[in-house]
T-cell receptor, first 114, second 114 residues
Framework: ELKVEQNPLFLSMQEGKNYTIYCNYS?????LYWYRQDPGKSLESLFV?????AVKQEGRLMASLDTKARLSTLHITAAVHDLSATYFC??????????????FGTGTRLQVTL | DAGITQSPRYKITETGRQVTLMCHQT?????MFWYRQDLGHGLRLIYY???????DKGEVPDGYVVSRSKTENFPLTLESATRSQTSVYFC?????????????FGAGTRLSVL
């Protein structure tokens, strides 16, 4: 059974600081997703990481994937209040190039304070 | 409007009642999914569908029934609601395409079973 663990579960950080969210998973997979969820809202796709060593960046967020270590990281650079949200990683079980059958981590709730 | 819509957005029901949550997408995506979101569990897959008339169980299917007679609709039915089914339910869809297979989520239905 695939297990996906995120840490920390809750992160309070000051504006301007850097931090990293970690996502570990238990079964081989070369496809990993990061989603963002604002309170009471739906999930929004941030990144898709498709191979070992993949790195994607959008604004102050950068995601990477190490399939050998079964680890993905979401790095936040110089946090701003607008980044406050819950971030989920999700791992694809299928690996077949068809539909993704996702197993989600429990989420990391990020709170950026002044 | 184009996209993926869920209805109702909020529902209160009583134990033992049958409840149907609706999901409609206008992208003609092949794949559709139902998740439930509970604190401490992230999102868990209930059922998914690869095409009209093709459905399969996810991680937590007990107590739920799905159907997919048309590509664009994927209703989820709780045949006899229980308090443990109080949750936020998300529908998602994805196209049948190589590699990325991003899932796009609806706004969610908040269900309370009293």
């Amino acid at each position: 059974e695939l297990k996906v663990e995120q840490n920390p579960l809750f992160l309070s950080m000051q504006e301007g600081k850097n931090y990293t969210i970690y996502c570990n998973y238990s079964t081989t997979s070369d496809r990993l997703y990061w989603y963002r969820q604002d309170p009471g809202k739906s999930l929004e796709s941030l990144f898709v990481l498709l191979s070992n060593g993949a790195v994607k960046q959008e604004g102050r967020l950068m995601a990477s994937l190490d399939t050998k270590a079964r680890l993905s990281t979401l790095h936040i650079t110089a946090a701003v209040h607008d980044l406050s949200a819950t971030y989920f990683c999700a791992v694809d079980l299928f690996n077949t190039g068809t539909a993704s059958k996702l197993t989600f981590g429990t989420g990391t709730r990020l709170q950026v304070t002044l | 409007d184009a996209g993926i819509t869920q209805s109702p957005r909020y529902k209160i029901t009583e134990t033992g009642r049958q409840v149907t949550l609706m999901c409609h997408q206008t992208w003609s995506h092949s794949y559709m999914f139902w998740y439930r979101q509970d604190l401490g569990h992230g999102l868990r897959l209930i059922y998914y569908s690869a095409a009209a008339d093709i459905t399969d169980k996810g991680e937590v299917p007990d107590g739920y029934v799905v159907s997919r007679s048309k590509t664009e609709n994927f209703p989820l039915t709780l045949e006899s609601a229980t308090r443990s089914q109080t949750s936020v339910y998300f529908c998602a869809s994805s196209a049948r395409q190589a590699r990325k297979n991003i899932q796009y989520f609806g706004a969610g239905t908040r269900l309370s079973v009293l």
